[in-house]
């Protein structure tokens, strides 16, 4: 029988790198020259790693789709990332809003995938995002979540198992609920 790995699946822009808001709205980079990886993100990701947890970006990135930033470019930004932080795979749809694909989320089609390539056992792992569609993806792969609380001006659809200010306090909450049987799903 095969054991399965506990994960822990980022959202990308607001969670490890920087967005840009406006009007309450987050906004991803456009240019290679915006994408600044958050201060916080390398001590995170390699305390998470340390503790035997596969890292997985589950990224959406409808502006390729929408036709407003190549696809090299966000593949430029992923590249940076990695070399950065001791990231396992990052998961991205390119899709538009409208596309009615499986992997967009709150759909939770890119953890699902993951998942299976990584052999992850869902209810052992963890999503970390900045909006409520992370959220509902984690809980829709029956992952347990924690938003990022960023004061975006946007409708709150779903109630995350625990809400923070800042990556470190999210995995704090994380390491110190990691082995807790009683709040597996």
């Not at 990231?87 to 993951?114: W, Y």
């Not at 998942?115 to 984690?138: N, P, Q, T, V, W």
Request: glycine share 8%.
């Amino acid at each position: 029988m095969q054991v399965l790995q506990p994960a822990i699946f980022f959202d990308r822009d607001g969670v490890l790198n920087r967005t840009f808001v406006r009007n309450g709205k987050p906004y991803a980079p456009r240019h290679l020259a915006d994408f600044e990886i958050v201060p916080e993100a390398e001590g995170v990701a390699s305390t998470l790693k340390r503790e035997g947890f596969q890292l997985i970006v589950v990224t959406n990135q409808p502006d390729v789709g929408n036709g407003l930033v190549p696809q090299e470019t966000v593949e430029a930004m992923n590249r940076q990332m990695l070399q950065t932080l001791p990231i396992d795979h990052v998961e991205v749809c390119f899709h538009s809003q409208t596309a009615g694909c499986n992997c967009r989320k709150p759909a939770p089609g890119m953890l699902l995938k993951a998942a299976r390539k990584f052999g992850i056992g869902l209810g052992a792992s963890f999503l970390i995002g900045d909006r409520h569609s992370d959220i509902e993806a984690g809980q829709r792969a029956g992952c347990r979540t924690v938003l990022i609380e960023r004061g975006y001006r946007e409708p709150v659809t779903t109630e995350p198992d625990f809400t923070t200010r800042s990556l470190q306090g999210a995995s704090e909450w994380i390491l110190s609920h990691h082995s807790d049987p009683a709040h597996r799903r």
